[in-house]
């Protein structure tokens, strides 16, 4: 199967009165995790098997709580496909990517 999940983070921390706050350091994440990756103005688009999607949800989860988020809430959606898909695909009529990308 072919997975491509597109997912926005929501952490809330106690002390500050930002919604994005530290958004940045979990982009920094999903740039590092070697995964084929999109960032969207409301959501980062990601495409792997469906463990390594779902083990960068934890590794997100987990950095933005050791960070001092007491709570976080993840809009997930999960595409599941037995044909070929990929991001580089979906946006070829919106985007020029260069072919190392």
């Known amino acids: 199967m072919n997975y491509i999940m597109s997912i926005q ?12 706050s530290n ?4 982009i920094d994440i999903i740039e590092n995790s070697g995964l084929t990756h999109f960032v969207g103005p ?7 098997s469906i463990d390594e999607l779902l083990n960068l949800v934890k590794k997100l989860n987990s950095h933005l709580g050791e960070d001092g988020a ?3 809430i ?3 959606k999960l595409v599941q496909s037995s044909e ?12 020029e990517f260069d072919e190392e990308e």
Do not use: C, Q
């Open 84 to 95: 070929k898909i990929s991001i580089k695909e979906i946006l070829k009529d919106y985007y």
């Open 70 to 72: 007491d709570r976080v």
């Open 42 to 48: 409301m959501e980062t688009t990601v495409e792997g």
């Open 9 to 20: 983070l929501l952490p809330h921390y106690p002390d500050k009165n930002e919604v994005f």
């Open 23 to 26: 958004v940045d350091s979990a």
């Open 74 to 76: 993840n809009n997930i």
